[in-house]
């Protein structure tokens, strides 16, 4: 059968099978097996068990599950909470002070967490609150925290690049500094919706609240700078050549771990056993997807799936960003419906040949295929973020939440204009740091 014809029928007999409700790598298993078994002969099948393990044997996925302790640990404290009191207070001044505290809270507990549900869930129970009191209107209020929280899969340290990284291998040192720039532009951008949008309704009163005395500023100080100082130091010891990411990821957990009992008393073991056993599961869940993945993988390549994809896309006679427009929608569809680490595992094997081959750097085409994966985060029908600010704010429907979610999706489709524009932004920071790639 044509390789080409092939791959049709394994791409419509996988969303068959994710869509019966299966887990994604037990879905993956499914259709690598069988399109083994039937076009490769039984004895393929002895190959699984090797490729499924041998994908899990490397040092690099270690820091996977730090992270993920690093980000749990946080999470189970009042440190979002005091993250946004503490801007709050801080920006008080600033025009439209409560919004824009509440986004700078979202991308540092973004940076601190790498979960967008987790952001969205330990900011926005202040947040929301707050700016629905104070007059905002309910779009702004739940769209700019819904949005804020797909900050976390791109502003560093980001489990979502490390999985790319590792897919594509590719320098993790480097994807997490090309998210910096484009993360902080994200920012920037969601910033100044929101604030458009409140003086738009005619609520430009809301653009400056009270103020707070200088002893209530610092006092508020204590609780956070040690969590944030931490993020530093796991980025100064990456980049330093201090330690690799596996390490700096360990001492970060173990870090985070104990502010987490000396600042805020975590001293339960019930509690303590509630981080490990939530982060166990998690970094269970993810390493299943990638060893799944690479036996999916190895099943493309096996069966020549993936090498006339590639040869057929590169005798294409069509412009290269007619190409990458074409792939942003697949991205964009793709995430719609599956986990940004699916979206990756599966995309990255086929994409990667196809977007060098046309000239695109892989560091750059990581940041562009993280920000679709961000707006699959609030766009339904998945959309996992809108339905964790609908639990916070059961009384905003579905419907508000949504529409005022959309503006944040034409600021990340602005980026991803403007990166295509300048690819420097994604590019410059690594090189600055690291040297040129070569």
Known sequence: ??????????????????????????????????????????????????????????????????????????????????????????????????????????????????????????????GIPEMRKRGYPDGVAAGSIAAGGTLGILIPPSVTMIVYGIATETSIGRLFLAGVIPGLMLVALFMAWSLYSTWRTGSAGLLTAGSYTWRQRLEILPRVLPFIGIIIGV????????????????????????????????????????????????????????????????????????????????????????????????????????????????????????ITTAGFDPIWFAVVLTINMEIGLISPPVGLNLYVINGIAPDISLKTILKGSLPFVACMVIAIVLLCLFPGLATWLPDAVMGPAF
């Open 1 to 126: 059968m044509d390789p080409l014809v092939l791959g049709a029928l394994v791409a419509v007999s996988t969303v068959i099978v994710l869509f019966s409700g299966v887990s994604v790598a037990v879905g993956l298993l499914i259709v690598s097996a069988g399109f083994l078994m039937i076009f490769d002969g039984m004895r393929s099948l002895e190959l699984m068990p090797e490729i499924l393990f041998g994908k899990l044997d490397n040092f690099a996925l270690l820091s996977i599950p730090m992270f993920i302790i690093m980000g749990a640990s946080i999470a189970s404290t009042r440190a979002g909470a005091d993250l946004y009191e503490a801007l709050e207070r801080w920006l008080t001044r600033v025009p439209g002070g409560l919004v824009i505290s509440n986004l700078g809270a979202c991308a540092l507990f973004a940076a601190m967490s790498g979960s967008s549900p987790a952001t969205c869930a330990a900011i926005g129970k202040m």
């Open 235 to 354: 980025l100064y010891a990456m980049y330093g050549g201090i330690a690799t990411p596996s390490e700096t990821a360990a001492v970060g957990a173990l870090l985070c771990l104990i502010i987490a009992m000396v600042i805020y008393k975590l001293w339960s073991p019930k509690a303590l056993w509630h981080v490990l056993r939530d982060s166990t599961k998690e970094s269970v869940m993810i390493l299943f997807i990638i060893a799944a993945a690479g036996v999916f993988s190895y099943m493309l390549s096996s069966l020549f799936i993936t090498q006339s994809i590639a040869e057929w896309i590169g005798t294409l006679d069509v412009n290269r960003w007619v190409l990458m427009a074409t792939v942003n929608v697949f991205l964009l569809i793709a995430g719609f419906f599956l986990p940004p680490v699916a979206v990756i595992l599966m995309a990255a094997p086929i994409l990667l040949p196809i």
